[in-house]
């Protein structure tokens, strides 16, 4: 007996990868599927239905732009807009309700009349709502996906991230820093070329209203020239954290907080232009929505997902290419 045979004997394989155990069966064939297949569990159907019935994402780094995710992104909203904008209203609403949670917590406070009590209680509050309304909105994005594999809008998949409430929060600990940090590089520097100026020494003991326009006006120009100097480098390395929210949501297993990272800006690599091409179009969808009186902001809200679920699966790797090399 070959180690392939004896490996075959511990389980059902993949139909297509037949050294990868199987875990799934395709809804249509029957066939065995493997994680690769079903990508990471997301398809109920194996690859070769996928292409017969026309439900593979048909974007991909090589042939996608700004114009054509709309479109792929139009036709999937017009098939789903009703359960999806449901969605976007539940996750509005989730965040709503962790929102009361904070106020509850500062009236607490108040009534015991404790300030530092409403102040560790507001601060708990504020992260339960940030961590909830983020994890909701992972589940958003999950049924995004569905949608876009050509599945239904399952609403039970709001709720289906809850499990990653930990690499969340290291996640969003880490992309804090990521961007606290230069924020307060720049206000050093804006600060010591200030001093470089020599605009604070003019001020007397007692500035006059004049004197003190001037400084400021001072202040404000160099801090607005360095605003202006530091726009991109800022901009290059701060746009990959766009992708954050689909690439942990995508992942099965999350990764660290770093290889998240990694991942994101190897995605955005060559692609940031257009990128920015589809935030500008899920900004002006939400203005359009408030600019409706407010009644269209919820279904804005829901294709502005969509786009960016949309991009994701477009700039990442095909399922064969993304899983590497077949072991043996």
């Keep these: 007996m070959s180690d392939m045979d004896f490996g075959r004997g511990a389980g059902p394989t993949c139909a297509l990868h037949p050294l990868r155990g199987a875990t799934g069966t395709c809804a249509r064939c029957g066939n065995f599927m493997c994680d690769t297949c079903s990508e990471g569990g997301t398809s109920s159907r194996c690859p070769t239905c996928r292409e017969r019935s026309g439900l ?3 974007l991909h780094r090589d042939n996608w732009s700004v114009g054509a995710l709309w479109n792929v992104c139009w036709a999937a909203f017009q098939r789903e807009w009703g359960m999806l904008s449901l969605g976007a209203l539940i996750s509005i609403g989730v965040s709503g309700g962790a929102q009361l949670m904070v106020n509850v917590g500062l009236g607490i406070g108040a009534a015991v009349d404790s300030a530092a009590l409403s102040v560790v209680l507001a601060g708990l509050g504020f992260l339960a709502q940030l961590v909830v309304q983020g994890l909701v909105q992972l589940g958003l994005l999950r049924v995004c996906f569905d949608v876009l594999h050509g599945g239904r809008a399952d609403l039970g998949r709001l ?9 969340y929060l290291l996640t969003l600990l880490l992309i804090t820093v990521i961007v606290v940090v230069p924020l307060i590089i720049v206000g050093a520097l804006g600060f010591l070329a200030v001093l470089g100026t020599g605009a604070l020494s003019g001020l007397s003991a007692n500035p006059s209203s004049s004197e003190v326009m001037n400084v400021l006006g001072s202040v404000l120009g160099v801090l607005g020239l360095l605003l202006v100097v530091m726009t991109v480098p800022l901009f290059y390395v701060l746009l990959p954290l766009y992708l954050i929210q689909p690439e942990l949501t995508y992942a099965e297993v999350p990764p660290s907080p770093m290889e998240l990272l990694r991942r994101c800006w190897a995605l955005a690599r060559g692609q940031r232009l257009a990128m920015v091409g589809v935030s500008l179009i899920t900004i002006v969808l939400m203005l359009g929505g408030l600019i409706a009186c407010c009644v269209g902001l919820i279904p804005a809200m829901a294709l502005g997902q969509l786009l960016v ?20």
């Design 159 to 167: 709720f289906s991230q809850m499990h990653k409430v930990i690499p």
């Design 56 to 58: 593979t994402f048909p």
């Design 309 to 328: 679920a949309g991009m994701y699966l477009a700039l990442r790797p095909r399922s064969d290419e993304d899983a590497g090399p077949l072991p043996g």
